[in-house]
Protein backbone atom coordinates (compact mmCIF):
# COMPACT_ATOMS: atom_id res chain seq x y z
CA UNK A 1 0.00 0.00 0.00
CA UNK A 2 1.42 3.42 -1.10
CA UNK A 3 1.44 6.03 1.97
CA UNK A 4 2.79 9.87 1.42
CA UNK A 5 4.07 11.67 4.67
CA UNK A 6 4.36 15.70 4.19
CA UNK A 7 7.23 17.11 6.72
CA UNK A 8 8.80 20.29 7.31
CA UNK A 9 8.27 23.72 9.84
CA UNK A 10 4.25 24.59 10.55
CA UNK A 11 5.26 28.15 11.23
CA UNK A 12 7.72 30.38 8.18
CA UNK A 13 8.01 34.28 8.61
CA UNK A 14 6.74 36.27 5.40
CA UNK A 15 9.19 36.70 2.61
CA UNK A 16 11.37 33.60 3.86
CA UNK A 17 11.02 30.31 1.86
CA UNK A 18 8.91 27.60 2.36
CA UNK A 19 10.05 23.87 2.44
CA UNK A 20 8.49 20.84 2.55
CA UNK A 21 8.94 17.27 1.98
CA UNK A 22 6.91 14.24 0.57
CA UNK A 23 8.40 10.78 2.31
CA UNK A 24 7.14 8.19 -0.29
CA UNK A 25 6.65 4.57 1.40
CA UNK A 26 5.13 1.28 -0.15
CA UNK A 27 6.42 1.95 -3.85
CA UNK A 28 9.46 3.48 -5.48
CA UNK A 29 9.37 6.96 -6.69
CA UNK A 30 11.35 6.63 -9.31
CA UNK A 31 10.75 2.61 -10.50
CA UNK A 32 7.07 3.63 -12.48
CA UNK A 33 5.79 6.20 -14.39
CA UNK A 34 4.27 8.35 -12.07
CA UNK A 35 3.50 12.43 -11.49
CA UNK A 36 4.79 13.42 -8.04
CA UNK A 37 2.29 16.49 -7.19
CA UNK A 38 1.82 19.23 -4.50
CA UNK A 39 -1.96 20.56 -3.94
CA UNK A 40 -2.58 23.32 -1.21
CA UNK A 41 -5.73 24.39 0.62
CA UNK A 42 -6.29 27.49 2.51
CA UNK A 43 -8.79 27.47 5.68
CA UNK A 44 -12.47 26.99 3.85
CA UNK A 45 -11.49 27.19 0.25
CA UNK A 46 -10.39 24.99 -2.68
CA UNK A 47 -7.76 22.61 -3.69
CA UNK A 48 -5.03 24.50 -5.58
CA UNK A 49 -2.59 22.53 -7.58
CA UNK A 50 1.04 23.95 -7.14
CA UNK A 51 2.92 21.93 -9.13
CA UNK A 52 4.13 18.15 -10.29
CA UNK A 53 7.68 16.36 -10.36
CA UNK A 54 7.47 13.89 -13.33
CA UNK A 55 9.66 10.45 -12.45
CA UNK A 56 11.60 11.49 -15.53
CA UNK A 57 12.77 14.46 -13.22
CA UNK A 58 10.36 16.77 -15.40
CA UNK A 59 8.47 19.78 -14.06
CA UNK A 60 5.27 21.89 -13.85
CA UNK A 61 4.05 24.53 -12.18
CA UNK A 62 0.85 26.66 -11.82
CA UNK A 63 1.47 29.62 -14.03
CA UNK A 64 0.39 31.65 -10.77
CA UNK A 65 3.16 30.48 -8.89
CA UNK A 66 5.93 29.55 -11.39
CA UNK A 67 7.72 32.24 -10.67
CA UNK A 68 8.31 31.57 -7.15
CA UNK A 69 7.87 27.11 -7.30
CA UNK A 70 10.79 24.22 -7.28
CA UNK A 71 9.98 20.64 -6.81
CA UNK A 72 12.73 18.31 -6.60
CA UNK A 73 13.16 14.53 -6.61
CA UNK A 74 15.27 12.87 -3.73
CA UNK A 75 15.55 9.18 -5.67
CA UNK A 76 18.13 7.90 -2.91
CA UNK A 77 15.62 8.72 0.01
CA UNK A 78 12.32 8.22 -1.80
CA UNK A 79 10.97 11.57 -1.64
CA UNK A 80 10.20 14.53 -3.52
CA UNK A 81 10.59 18.55 -2.01
CA UNK A 82 8.25 21.78 -2.44
CA UNK A 83 9.81 24.79 -1.78
CA UNK A 84 8.13 28.16 -2.49
CA UNK A 85 9.54 31.38 -2.24
CA UNK A 86 9.19 34.79 -0.95
CA UNK A 87 5.99 33.84 0.88
CA UNK A 88 3.30 35.85 2.15
CA UNK A 89 -0.01 35.66 4.66
CA UNK A 90 -1.82 34.17 1.32
CA UNK A 91 0.19 31.17 1.14
CA UNK A 92 -1.34 29.94 4.45
CA UNK A 93 -2.75 26.50 3.72
CA UNK A 94 -2.77 23.20 4.09
CA UNK A 95 -0.23 21.25 1.93
CA UNK A 96 -1.12 17.98 0.60
CA UNK A 97 1.67 15.81 -1.77
CA UNK A 98 -0.23 13.25 -3.98
CA UNK A 99 0.88 10.83 -6.67
CA UNK A 100 -0.40 11.60 -9.88
CA UNK A 101 -1.65 8.35 -11.81
CA UNK A 102 -1.87 8.51 -15.68
CA UNK A 103 -0.15 8.78 -19.02
CA UNK A 104 0.82 11.82 -21.54
CA UNK A 105 0.38 14.53 -18.97
CA UNK A 106 -2.95 13.43 -17.87
CA UNK A 107 -3.39 12.38 -14.45
CA UNK A 108 -5.87 12.21 -11.87
CA UNK A 109 -4.73 12.01 -7.90
CA UNK A 110 -4.71 8.68 -6.42
CA UNK A 111 -3.31 8.14 -3.16
CA UNK A 112 -2.41 11.79 -0.60
CA UNK A 113 -0.87 12.96 1.95
CA UNK A 114 -2.68 13.27 5.13
CA UNK A 115 -1.51 16.94 4.75
CA UNK A 116 0.28 19.27 7.00
CA UNK A 117 -0.86 22.95 7.77
CA UNK A 118 1.48 25.66 6.96
CA UNK A 119 0.94 29.46 8.26
CA UNK A 120 3.15 32.11 6.71
CA UNK A 121 3.50 34.72 10.29
CA UNK A 122 5.76 36.81 11.85
CA UNK B 1 -7.30 28.23 -17.26
CA UNK B 2 -10.59 25.93 -16.84
CA UNK B 3 -13.06 26.79 -13.91
CA UNK B 4 -14.91 24.57 -12.58
CA UNK B 5 -18.67 25.99 -10.86
CA UNK B 6 -20.19 23.07 -8.47
CA UNK B 7 -23.89 22.93 -7.30
CA UNK B 8 -25.27 22.51 -5.26
CA UNK B 9 -23.45 24.56 -2.59
CA UNK B 10 -24.94 22.16 0.08
CA UNK B 11 -27.13 19.18 -0.23
CA UNK B 12 -29.34 18.29 2.69
CA UNK B 13 -30.42 15.02 2.57
CA UNK B 14 -31.07 11.64 4.54
CA UNK B 15 -29.50 8.92 4.85
CA UNK B 16 -31.10 6.24 1.91
CA UNK B 17 -31.78 9.09 -0.51
CA UNK B 18 -29.72 9.76 -3.59
CA UNK B 19 -27.36 12.66 -3.71
CA UNK B 20 -26.69 14.27 -7.34
CA UNK B 21 -23.98 16.53 -7.72
CA UNK B 22 -22.89 18.78 -10.41
CA UNK B 23 -19.93 20.16 -11.53
CA UNK B 24 -20.16 22.56 -14.82
CA UNK B 25 -17.13 23.48 -16.87
CA UNK B 26 -16.27 26.48 -18.33
CA UNK B 27 -14.75 24.44 -21.15
CA UNK B 28 -14.89 21.63 -22.87
CA UNK B 29 -12.54 18.76 -20.61
CA UNK B 30 -11.22 17.09 -22.86
CA UNK B 31 -11.51 13.13 -23.14
CA UNK B 32 -13.89 13.40 -19.95
CA UNK B 33 -10.55 13.80 -17.58
CA UNK B 34 -12.78 14.93 -14.49
CA UNK B 35 -12.15 13.45 -11.07
CA UNK B 36 -14.62 13.25 -8.47
CA UNK B 37 -13.33 13.42 -4.26
CA UNK B 38 -14.70 13.05 -1.26
CA UNK B 39 -13.25 14.98 1.85
CA UNK B 40 -13.63 14.61 5.58
CA UNK B 41 -13.34 17.13 7.88
CA UNK B 42 -9.62 17.23 9.12
CA UNK B 43 -8.71 14.47 6.06
CA UNK B 44 -7.31 14.65 2.46
CA UNK B 45 -9.78 14.23 -0.18
CA UNK B 46 -10.32 10.41 -1.39
CA UNK B 47 -10.56 9.62 -5.17
CA UNK B 48 -13.72 8.25 -5.95
CA UNK B 49 -14.17 8.56 -9.70
CA UNK B 50 -11.65 9.52 -12.36
CA UNK B 51 -12.21 9.55 -15.81
CA UNK B 52 -15.78 11.17 -15.48
CA UNK B 53 -17.25 7.56 -14.66
CA UNK B 54 -14.75 5.06 -13.30
CA UNK B 55 -14.41 4.18 -10.03
CA UNK B 56 -11.66 4.05 -8.51
CA UNK B 57 -10.36 1.07 -6.40
CA UNK B 58 -12.38 0.39 -3.48
CA UNK B 59 -14.99 2.60 -4.27
CA UNK B 60 -18.80 1.29 -3.67
CA UNK B 61 -20.75 0.99 -6.34
CA UNK B 62 -23.42 3.16 -4.99
CA UNK B 63 -20.79 5.79 -6.04
CA UNK B 64 -21.35 6.77 -10.23
CA UNK B 65 -20.14 9.15 -12.44
CA UNK B 66 -20.78 10.49 -15.66
CA UNK B 67 -21.14 13.07 -17.99
CA UNK B 68 -18.94 14.65 -21.18
CA UNK B 69 -18.09 17.92 -22.27
CA UNK B 70 -18.89 20.39 -19.71
CA UNK B 71 -21.34 18.84 -17.69
CA UNK B 72 -20.51 15.83 -15.08
CA UNK B 73 -22.92 14.51 -12.25
CA UNK B 74 -21.56 12.70 -9.32
CA UNK B 75 -24.41 10.36 -8.28
CA UNK B 76 -24.82 8.53 -4.54
CA UNK B 77 -27.72 6.21 -5.18
CA UNK B 78 -28.67 5.43 -1.83
CA UNK B 79 -26.31 7.48 1.17
CA UNK B 80 -24.95 5.71 3.83
CA UNK B 81 -24.54 7.51 7.42
CA UNK B 82 -20.26 7.89 6.22
CA UNK B 83 -21.31 9.57 2.86
CA UNK B 84 -22.05 12.79 4.68
CA UNK B 85 -18.83 15.31 3.42
CA UNK B 86 -17.82 17.75 0.90
CA UNK B 87 -17.40 16.75 -2.81
CA UNK B 88 -14.68 18.23 -5.22
CA UNK B 89 -14.28 17.56 -8.74
CA UNK B 90 -11.20 18.16 -10.88
CA UNK B 91 -10.58 18.89 -14.25
CA UNK B 92 -7.26 17.61 -15.71
CA UNK B 93 -7.67 17.87 -19.25
CA UNK B 94 -6.19 21.78 -18.92
CA UNK B 95 -3.05 22.84 -17.59
CA UNK B 96 -3.34 24.11 -15.19
CA UNK B 97 -5.52 21.38 -13.13
CA UNK B 98 -8.25 22.94 -11.20
CA UNK B 99 -10.77 21.87 -8.90
CA UNK B 100 -14.31 22.94 -7.80
CA UNK B 101 -15.48 24.91 -5.25
CA UNK B 102 -16.70 21.67 -3.98
CA UNK B 103 -20.63 20.22 -2.90
CA UNK B 104 -21.08 20.13 0.87
CA UNK B 105 -23.48 16.71 1.47
CA UNK B 106 -24.77 17.09 5.03
CA UNK B 107 -27.35 15.63 7.05
CA UNK B 108 -30.65 16.63 7.03
Same mark, same amino acid.
Given at each position: ?????? /????? =??? !???? #????????? %???????????????????????????????????? /????? =??? !???? #????????? %???????????????????????????????????? /?? | ????????????????????????????????????????????????????????????????????????????????????????????????????????????
Amino acid at each position: QVQLQE /SGPGL =VKP !SQTL #SLTCTVSGG %SISSDSYYWSWIRQPAGKELEWIGRIYTSGSTKYNP /SLMSR =VTI !SLDT #SKNQFSLKL %SSVTAADTAVYYCARGKGSSGYYHFDYWGQGTLVTV /SS | EIVLTQSPGTLSLSPGERAILSCRASQSVISSYLAWYQQKPGQAPRLLIYGASSRATGIPDRFSGSGSGTDFTLTISRLEPEDFAVYYCQQYGGSPFTFGPGTKVDIK
